[in-house]
Nanobody, 121 residues
Framework: VQLQACGGGLVQAGGSLRLSCAAS????????MGWFRQAPGKEREFVAA????????YYADSVKGRFTISRDNTKNTVYLQMNSLKPEDTAVYYC???????????????WGKGTQVTVSS
C-alpha cells in the first residue's frame, strides 16, 4: 500500500485543519487506517484510527472531542478533521495502514510520508 498524506499547514490556536491520506496499490477497504504524529524531540504517538469498514474509531485522550477520523473507501482516502487546535498539536502527522493486528498498539504495516502541522499561539 502506498500512502500519501496532505493537508498540513500553519494555523492559529483554535483553528481547524483537515488532513487527507490517499492510498493506492492494494485493496484499501481491507485495511484499518490510522493517524500518528511526531513532535520535535518526541517519539511518534498514536492519534486516531478507524476500522476497515469505518464502523469503529479510536482516539488518543489528548485529541478526543477535537479530532475526527473518517474514511471513504470509494475514494481510497482517510481523513483527519482537526478542530480547536492547540500549540501542543504541532507535529509531523503520518497516516498508516494495517491489515492484521491492532493498528492502535502495533502501528502501521505501511506508512506514508508525513505532513507538517504547526499551530501558533
Amino acid at each position: 500500500v502506498q500512502l500519501q498524506a496532505c493537508g498540513g499547514g500553519l494555523v492559529q490556536a483554535g483553528g481547524s485543519l483537515r488532513l487527507s491520506c490517499a492510498a493506492s496499490g492494494r485493496t484499501f477497504s481491507n485495511y484499518d487506517m490510522g493517524w500518528f504524529r511526531q513532535a520535535p524531540g518526541k517519539e511518534r504517538e498514536f492519534v486516531a484510527a478507524i476500522s476497515w469498514r469505518g464502523g469503529s474509531t479510536y482516539y488518543a485522550d489528548s485529541v478526543k472531542g477535537r479530532f475526527t477520523i473518517s474514511r471513504d473507501n470509494t475514494k481510497n482516502t482517510v481523513y483527519l478533521q482537526m478542530n480547536s487546535l492547540k500549540p501542543e498539536d504541532t507535529a509531523v502527522y503520518y497516516c498508516a495502514a494495517r491489515r492484521i493486528g491492532s493498528i492502535v498498539t502495533m502501528g502501521g504495516e505501511y506508512w506514508g510520508k508525513g505532513t507538517q502541522v504547526t499551530v501558533s499561539s
